[in-house]
């Protein structure tokens, strides 16, 4: 497995981007809109997104403003090589698969959930094996 990004959701996206930039700094790595869903990414890391180095997904649903501290957690990511075989695996050993492996809304990239024994959501996203890192083979 190899550490990906954690995600939190940010009522005002570009506040965040200054703080994690301007205060951390951090790089803003890459952005995405899906107005289909309604939701923005933002992806910021440093040493311009050094793939042995996780990030921080911003996302912001369009029209919340604000989060209680407790729902502003989002998931951990991991890189998987087969999103679907580490699926079955995980429900081999009595683990909680919460969305099954597929196509992300929207887009094309293979991911699943399973949530830990205190429910924090993890995401699987298949990469390519070089990419993914060890574990779930």
């Given at each position: 497995m190899q550490f990906l990004h954690t995600m939190l959701r940010v009522g005002n996206l570009q506040r965040s981007?200054?703080?994690?930039?301007?205060?951390?700094?951090?790089?803003?790595?890459?952005?995405?809109?899906?107005?289909?869903?309604?939701?923005?990414?933002?992806?910021?890391?440093?040493?311009?997104?050094?793939?042995?180095?996780?990030?921080?997904e911003l996302t912001y649903n369009w029209g919340?403003?604000?989060?209680?501290?407790?729902?502003?957690?989002?998931?951990?990511?991991?890189?998987v090589p087969d999103a679907y075989a580490a699926v079955e695996k995980i429900k081999a050993a009595g683990g909680n698969v919460t969305r099954e492996a597929g196509p992300v809304k929207g887009g094309s990239t293979v991911i699943a959930f399973v949530?830990?024994?205190?429910?924090y959501k993890i995401e699987l996203i298949q990469k390519a094996p070089k990419e993914a890192g060890v574990g779930l083979r």
């Open positions: 981007i200054d703080f994690y930039t301007q205060v951390l700094g951090m790089q803003l790595l890459r952005t995405s809109e899906n107005p289909e869903y309604k939701y923005s990414l933002a992806f910021l890391g440093f040493d311009g997104g050094n793939p042995g180095q996780a990030e921080i919340v403003e604000s989060y209680e501290l407790g729902t502003a957690y989002g998931h951990i990511a991991l890189g949530t830990d024994p205190d429910g």
